[in-house]
């Protein structure tokens, strides 16, 4: 099992929960976070005044996946959310060694 975390542009969020429903992911979990990477932000102008926007507001998309998944759900997220411009994002792919749902007591692939 792998946990897949992507930092995607807002605006591309449907386009990937569409993408996911068509593998049959049917959990994911979904944070509105700031950051910037090589983007470093950019400035705005607010009343007449220039300031410094460092942080761009970006969505973390979260799911547990079985580790065969793994490389078809990354080439799902890359697809839905790609647009070749600068700040598209990251995935990351994490190694889960036990998942345990509260609730039931059920474990690893019955948990998911």
Avoid: C, N
């Amino acid at each position: 099992m792998h946990k897949i975390e992507a930092i995607i542009k807002p605006f591309k969020l449907d386009d990937l929960k569409e993408g996911l429903a068509e593998l049959g992911i049917t959990g994911m979990t979904i944070s509105e976070v700031k950051g910037f990477g090589r983007q470093k932000g950019h400035t705005e102008i607010y009343r007449g005044a220039e300031y410094v926007v460092d942080f761009i507001p970006k969505i973390k998309m979260e799911t547990v996946v079985k580790s065969d998944m793994v490389d078809t759900v990354v080439e799902t997220i890359i697809s839905s959310v790609q647009t070749g411009s600068i700040g598209d994002g990251k995935i990351f792919v994490i190694p889960i060694e036990k998942i345990i749902r509260i609730r039931t007591g059920e474990t690893d692939h019955d948990a998911i």
